[in-house]
């Protein structure tokens, strides 16, 4: 979907005849690419439920006050601050104060930082609020139009600023380990990815590795934030998601997606996105 740029967010407000704002989600997906999606959204009432992505989130709020929970610590994120958070980290997400909030976000597959570090551990920033004097006004400009198209050089040169604030603001540092098995790794995530309809056994993940199932537990985790089955639920709802946006009813969508029925789905979405897949779909701009 495409749509003009708002001003700042504010255009995402829902006005009423009073000058008032009626609560509200509102979604704006922008151009992406391969590993690569960029959003804008605004909340007013509601927020959202705990929930965790199994790609780094790297926002900048708009306007108003953005708080979530996030390892323990209530975090408060003001305009034109950035928040960052870890894949498979659960957090959730509500207004500061009846104004509400808005941000752009770019979601970013682990899989590109691990192709940007050469294998390096993924970068784990603790503190997941940067503050202006520290933000990269370079990636700014990354969310400046989320609509302009991503090339092959654009996409790469956005997962390498991406890249770069994760390890400006990283508590891990690289050490010395034992190195991933980076391609035999990717066999099993391509494999999954390929059709996440289908549920994949361990002997097929060995089959295609080369791997002992321990290993491939143990550095799927590693290499790619989050484990295999939950990898294969995301790309689940990748699809489920696809279809919504397309118009398909919600138990169909959940047939096509693999999932036991509607219901099924509909847990693992809002443990995915902190929206149930009604409210979701209801909130696309």
């Given at each position: 979907m495409r749509h003009e740029s708002p001003d700042g967010g504010a255009g995402l407000r829902r006005h009423l005849p009073d000058g008032g704002t009626r609560p509200g989600h509102r979604l704006r997906f922008g151009s992406g690419a391969a590993g690569i999606e960029r959003l804008e959204a605004s909340l007013t009432g509601e927020g959202f439920a705990t929930h965790r992505h199994?790609?780094?989130?790297?926002?900048?709020?708009?306007?108003?006050v953005q708080t979530f929970r996030y390892r323990g610590e209530q975090r408060h994120c003001l305009p034109g601050e950035?928040?960052?958070?870890?894949?498979?980290?659960?957090?959730d997400?509500?207004?500061?104060?009846?104004?509400?909030?808005?941000?752009?976000?770019?979601?970013?597959?682990?899989?590109?930082?691990?192709?940007?570090?050469?294998?390096?551990?993924?970068?784990?920033?603790?503190?997941?609020?940067?503050?202006?004097?520290?933000?990269?006004?370079?990636?700014?400009?990354?969310?400046?139009?989320?609509?302009?198209?991503?090339?092959?050089?654009?996409?790469?040169?956005?997962?390498?600023?991406?890249?770069?604030?994760?390890v400006r603001h990283s508590s891990v540092r690289p050490g010395r380990?034992?190195?991933?098995?980076?391609?035999?790794?990717?066999?099993?995530?391509?494999?999954?990815a390929g059709?996440?309809?289908?549920?994949?056994?361990?002997?097929?993940?060995?089959?295609v590795s080369g791997l002992d199932r321990w290993t491939v537990a143990r550095q799927f985790r590693d290499a790619f934030g989050t484990s295999p089955t939950r990898f294969r639920t995301m790309r689940q709802l990748d699809l489920a998601r696809?279809?919504?946006?397309?118009?398909?009813?919600?138990?169909?969508a959940a047939q096509l997606a693999g999932f036991a029925d509607q219901a099924h789905m509909s847990r693992m979405f809002k443990r995915a996105y902190g929206l149930t897949p009604a409210t979701w779909t209801a909130a696309l701009a």
């Open positions: 199994d790609t780094y989130a790297v926002g900048m709020t708009l306007r108003g950035w928040h960052v958070l870890h894949p498979d980290e659960p957090h997400g509500v207004a500061g104060t009846d104004e509400g909030f808005a941000y752009r976000i770019v979601y970013l597959d682990p899989s590109l930082v691990q192709d940007a570090l050469g294998g390096a551990p993924l970068p784990f920033v603790a503190d997941p609020v940067i503050g202006r004097r520290d933000a990269d006004p370079a990636l700014a400009a990354c969310l400046r139009d989320i609509d302009e198209p991503l090339d092959e050089v654009e996409r790469l040169t956005l997962t390498l600023r991406v890249v770069r604030t994760l380990r034992a190195p991933l098995a980076l391609e035999a790794l990717a066999r099993v995530r391509d494999l999954i059709d996440p309809t289908v549920r994949r056994t361990l002997a097929e993940f060995e089959q696809l279809l919504l946006r397309d118009g398909v009813p919600l138990a169909e």
